[in-house]
């Protein structure tokens, strides 16, 4: 009965050892996908099989209320697969068997057969999920983070000064900062000064608050602002994947200057004897403290002023705000006389930070021309450009006789004959317009001809009213010569023939004004010793 017993004990002990061993000691291996690859993890399972897992560690980013899409996908055979997460674990027959209403089947399930969808995301489902798929001797595992989006806190513009007004100098660089308290994740924020977005002047800075994934961002303007910036509104705009508008905080900006200089202003074309006012702007901020007229016969020379507003003789000063520091001043002058012409002015103006004299002329002259501008001279350059070109173009055109330039067709004499003796005789049938050149060589080859001595170059000429009108004519090969003495060889004959004008049956073409038209001609050269035995 002991013994009995004592056996039962040791196998029972036994059992419980076998038991209470990890899975790793059992030859349960896990294998933990955690880094992304490309995108898309493929982990291979046991070596010999071929298992793998596809999953994105991708963060993925969710509002709430949005659907949730995880997915998990297996290649090869796998036994079950779970979701994993900080409190709670699911196992994927219950949620494709719709255990879980907020949770069910996603839409695609090919390489997903572990995939789930969440209805409608909450912060309740934000941080790590694990997707654990179990095979044969293994289980793989791919980890991803889910953020649930919290909308972030409004934006505060932390300015040290009171009121609802910035005050900046245009001396020194002013700094600006603006903070959101908390956001998840982080917030994003841009910089506007009217519509100009100057965030290329400011740093983030992005720190946790303390809870969980969530960020405090204060961001930091360093810039300095020019008078002409006076006015504008200066903007901390905040971005977020939860706000549809951006949320906004804005402060005008009262950037403070002394008067600000120009050069010496001159008036034209004032009439003699007229009524005449000089209207000079300027700008200031704060407000001038003092503003008069002064003037004088030269501007080292100013021997009187006039407080604006005030007047005194012809004079009357005013001064009129056009507001962020813009200002006319008016000088006006009854009765202009030649000795108003003559004198110098100077509007002198003057606040906080220091003072400003405004040179003035004033002319019964007619104006200057003004200097060309930028447009005009972009404009005189362009025409020029365009009628160089125009006559490089006329050029080219005239040199390779293209358009207008190419010579006009003429009638051929000859008709009919051979193409060679068309192409030969192309500078005959051309214009009167031929070129220079074409007649120097065709006075050339005349020259040459002379200098040879063959009878048989010579043509006869037609009998006439002794017309000094001469012309260039073919003369037709002979059909009687004997080739075999000619040895097939042709010549090119130039012939001068004076033409009578008396002559009413002659269908020249040639008109009046013509002297001299030239022709080639090509013959064959017979031997005249048979000639001489023919006769």
Known sequence: MCKCSISV????????????????????????????NDGEVVFNGVRGSDVALLFDSEEVIVNPGDPLNLDCGVQGEFRSCVWETASATYQIEDVYSNLYSWMGKPPVEENNQCGIIINSANIEHHGIWTCKVYVRGNSLVGKKKVVVTIKPTTPVLEIEQSGGTLEVSNDEETEVKCSVAGARPAADIRWYLGDKDITVFAAADQTPNGEEDMH???STLSRTFEPSENGRLLTCTVMHQTLVVPDNASIPISVIFKPIEKPLSTYYQIVPGSDYEVRLNFSANPSPTTTEWRYGEGFQNLATSIPVPGATDRYTTSVEELGDGHYTAKLHISGFTDA????RYVLFVENRLGATQYQVKLSMDEAPLDALSGGAVAGIVIVILIVVVAVVAAGYARYRQMFCFAPAAAADPEEGKDIKEEHDTESAR???TTRAANIKNSIGKLTQVFKKPKKDQETKLEEGDGSEDKKYVKEETKKDSPKKEQGDEKEVVYAELDLSKGEGDKKSEVKSEEKTEYAQIIGTVTDNREEEKKE
């Open 9 to 36: 004990c040791i196998a029972f002990v036994a059992c419980c050892v076998v038991f209470a061993l990890p899975e790793t000691a059992l030859g349960q291996q896990e294998y933990d996908v955690g880094e992304p």
């Open 216 to 218: 405090k961002t204060v």
């Open 340 to 343: 108003d012409a003559n004198q």
């Open 430 to 432: 051309g214009p009167n």
